[in-house]
């Protein structure tokens, strides 16, 4: 079992940066294909897909509503994510949650029901 741990998040003001982490544990990640990104939710909105990195080739991609602005990245040896936000605005407010899945294949990225495990989300809050 896989168990994924967020930190980082808050408060920013519009324009503002946050960084975003996640750290995964409960497995051996060495050499395996192992897809981690994050989903976010706004009150009264669905689920959406914000960016996902793949361990072993590097692949990664985001939404078109954050590309540009987010950066994803990851450190391997200590099994993390990062997702550097820059040039925030107010939509982007809502609970950001991490996801790991060893099985994905890379068309369902984008698809939350896909992913098998979870964090329990981090709220980033932009308001001025």
């Known amino acids: 079992q896989v168990q994924l741990e967020e930190s980082g998040g808050g408060l920013a003001q519009p324009g503002g940066s946050l960084r975003l982490s996640c750290a995964a544990s409960g497995r051996s990640f060495s050499g395996s294909r192992f897809y981690m990104g994050w989903f976010r939710q706004a009150p009264g909105k669905e689920r959406e897909f914000v960016a996902v990195?793949?361990?072993?080739?590097?692949?990664?991609d985001y939404a078109d509503s954050v590309k540009g602005r987010f950066t994803i990245s990851r450190d391997n040896a200590k099994n993390t994510v990062n997702l550097q936000m820059n040039s925030l605005s107010p939509e982007d407010t809502a609970l950001y949650y991490c996801?790991?899945?060893?099985?994905?294949?890379?068309?369902?990225?984008?698809?939350?029901?896909?992913?098998?495990?979870w964090g329990q989300g981090i709220q980033v809050t932009v308001s001025s």
């Open positions: 990195t793949e361990r072993s080739s590097g692949y990664s």
């Open positions: 996801v790991g899945d060893g099985r994905l294949i890379r068309s369902a990225v984008r698809t939350a029901s896909q992913y098998d495990y």
